[in-house]
């Protein structure tokens, strides 16, 4: 990090109570929103479990080697090597591939901006924030405007002229099987293409800017010297998925694959990398569904607890005319802010949960009242035992 900058800016108290009341409004909406997610990922979570047990219970194997029209419209899994006719040319650098997709990464040398801040909190509930800017060269896959620096001078970035691409081929063969985009577009699991010296040439006769082209680390470069880059160079690297085994679940579509609709709802078009058997490939769905929905589920908790901090802030704000109470009642409203977070969002599963699957949210209810009443029931035979065994001994 170099060329330092430091910024010092104060917000009185009245000032901090204003952005804190429209703090309460942003809460508010943070606090819907995430109420509403929490409701749609249950009936998400729901209607893909329910689609993936239909096409469990449907789906058959077919062999690649030949298209049977007995199959057709029918949910069917299909395993094999991929072949393509058309190769894969990036024709902006001359490189060549054979494969499923060659990825172009564009990198630029470019200024970027770092800030760190400090803030403390004065007697009378007023704030000082002291944040200090660095500024430092890395290569950034994005262009970043040094125009909204805060010291852009002697850090101008030049417009970034070249950009990543995707180049894919438009079909594929699996034995007797077409595969298109819907499916290609499926088949991930990319290995770096590293470049051989020998590139050089062909970039250099392809390249129409004024740049030298170099090839280093097995990665093209546009600039004067690569072991120093200067600002505004360029470093592109490329993946590339190759053509190999795969597995496909979907519909037969004459000699293509589809996505298949269920009567659950969902679309079922899955690929995965090898030969991997059906009932494999549902259990990986299954247990992928079951992986986002507690994700989703935890991000909106986490969310809903930043929702009712907003809402709750005025409090600290008010409080902070004499800082360390300010602390005290921020640390209060933090754990009220928790505990409504998991009240809400339990309760919103819960409702879900009753809308979504109202049979198994009834057995649910009426398990746990059955056992309620049993505990409850042996809690009281041996209450009333007790006097008993006492007036024996």
């Known amino acids: ?66 298209v ?15 072949t393509a006719s058309e190769g894969l040319v990036d024709e902006d650098f001359g ?27 004065k007697v009378g509930g007023g704030e000082e924030t002291v944040t200090t800017y660095s500024y430092a060269k890395e290569w950034q896959g994005r262009p970043v405007s040094s125009a909204e620096f805060k010291q852009p001078q002697g850090h101008e970035n ?3 002229g070249l950009e990543s691409r995707s180049f894919q081929i438009g079909e594929a063969g699996l034995g007797a099987f077409v595969l298109r985009k819907p499916v290609l577009d499926l088949i991930g699991n990319s290995d770096t293409l590293v470049l051989p010296p020998s590139q050089e040439a062909a970039t250099q006769d392809a390249f129409t800017g004024s740049q030298r082209v170099s090839i280093s680390d097995g990665r093209i470069v546009l600039g004067a010297n690569p072991a120093a880059p200067a600002i505004g160079d360029y470093r592109i690297g490329y993946r590339l998925v190759p053509l190999g085994e795969v597995s496909v679940v979907g519909k037969q579509q004459a000699a293509g694959l589809a996505p298949y609709q269920t009567l659950a709802g969902d679309k079922l078009l899955m ?51 004499i800082p360390f109470v300010g602390s005290i009642v921020r640390m209060g409203t933090g754990l009220i802010a928790f505990v409504l977070a998991l009240l809400v969002g339990s309760a919103t599963i819960s409702v879900a949960w009753f809308w979504y699957r109202p049979a198994l949210a009834a057995g649910i209810a009426i398990a746990g009242l059955a056992a309620a009443f049993v505990l409850t029931w042996i809690g009281r035979r041996r209450a009333a035992a007790a006097p008993g065994a006492g007036a024996a001994a």
Not at 25 to 42: I, P, R, S, T, Y
Not at 295 to 314: K, M, T, W
Request: aromatic letters at 6%.
């Open 1 to 66: 990090m170099g060329d330092p900058f430091g910024e010092v800016t104060s917000v009185s108290w009245f000032g901090r109570i204003r952005n804190a009341l429209a703090g309460v409004l942003v809460g508010l909406a943070v606090v819907l929103a995430m109420v509403a997610v929490l409701f749609w990922n249950e009936g998400r979570a729901v209607t893909t479990a329910r689609s993936l047990a239909e096409g469990a219970r449907s789906v058959v194997s077919v062999p690649a080697a030949k």
């Open 68 to 82: 049977d029209r007995a199959y057709e419209g029918r949910l069917i899994h299909v395993s094999g090597s991929l």
């Open 95 to 121: 490189v060549a591939a054979k494969g499923v997709r060659l990825v172009r990464t564009v990198e630029m040398f470019q200024w970027v901006e770092h800030s760190k801040s400090e803030t403390t909190t």
């Open 158 to 160: 030049p417009p970034m």
């Open 271 to 321: 690929v995965d990398i090898g030969a991997v058997p059906a009932d494999k490939m549902f259990a990986n769905s299954v247990a992928a569904n079951t992986i986002v929905t507690w994700l989703l589920r935890a991000g909106c908790l986490v969310l809903l607890a930043v929702g009712f901090g907003l809402v709750l802030s005025p409090l600290g704000v008010l409080a902070d005319a």
